[in-house]
């Protein structure tokens, strides 16, 4: 078989002719281009694929450690959070003791029964046998009830406290005993009528007397603000103290004052120094005790206990 083609240009004709081999080999040079081009096109889509295989592995892997060092951070956090508690624990039960230590020095309660640091004295048998797992969550409500627990306890003591507080204030406004320091001392004029040592006529004696020797210590009979120290006519060298609810006592005589006006003073606070200051005919403290303004006998403050 054979083609002719015959084309014409106005300067010549041309013409060839397409034997059956030459159809054949052009067929076949063309498959083959053909193949090569999609074995070409199939090799670079492959590579595409596969680096798209591969960022995509390569992403996933960081997605995984992104999401690992999430988990750790958060496991951080929650660690932290755990470390917080249990610091702020401690410090609780820190106070706690402390404040266990004021409560026995102020009351005849047992100490052990305060000490929080020796462990508790318990027991029982385990029904299970086997310890608890406790999961982050469990533990954190279990410290959370611990916690809660702490402040409780922590509130009764404190109310413990200031109920025992309240007890001691009252105690140290209680007016009791002589106003005198140590031995050597006595009533050498009551309260009532007697001879005044002065003038020889009957007098009422608005206080009590009690001799001492000169330097000893005159002190308060009761807590409370001084309102007056100074000298007074009379009185010499004399302190005054306000205790509440009307009561006012009186130390009058004295070589020296050791408190000033506005003092807050406690029971068996030294506040003056006998001496014979004044109207006075040797050294004593005389005790005025006064009641919403009215000077009542001091003897029956005197001989009473402390409250």
Known sequence: MSITFIYS????????????????????????LLIACAWFIQAHYQSQLNQFKITALHDRDISKDQYLQLIKAQNDETLAVLATKVGNLQ???????????????????????????????MG??????????????????HIENLDQ?????????????????????????????????????????????????FSGRLTRHKGVDIAG???????????????????RSG???MVE???GNGFVTRYAHASALNVSVGDIVSKGQTVAVMGSSGRSTGPHVHYEVLKNGKKINPAYYIQRKAG
């Open 124 to 141: 029982g048998i385990d029904p299970s046998g086997e310890d608890l797992d406790y999961e982050f969550p469990d533990l954190l409500n």
């Open 213 to 231: 020797f000169m330097g000893m210590p005159i002190i308060s009979t009761a807590a409370g603000v001084v309102t007056e120290s100074g000298k």
């Open 91 to 121: 410090a609780q039960l820190n106070r706690l003791n402390a404040l266990g230590e004021r409560v026995i020095e102020q009351s005849n309660l047992p100490k052990k029964e305060f000490d929080f640091e020796l462990p508790l004295p």
């Open 149 to 197: 627990d702490f402040k409780n306890k922590q509130k009764q003591l404190m109310q413990l406290e200031i109920t025992l507080n309240n007890r001691h204030l009252i105690d140290q406004l209680y007016i009791s005993g002589r106003p005198t320091k140590g031995r050597g001392s006595w009533v050498s004029s009551p309260f009532g009528i007697r001879k005044d040592p």
């Open 241 to 243: 103290i306000q205790h």
């Open 9 to 32: 240009r106005e300067e010549a004709e041309h013409s060839f002719s397409l034997t059956k081999n030459k159809f054949l080999l052009i067929s076949l040079l063309f498959a083959i």
């Open 235 to 237: 009185y010499g060298l």
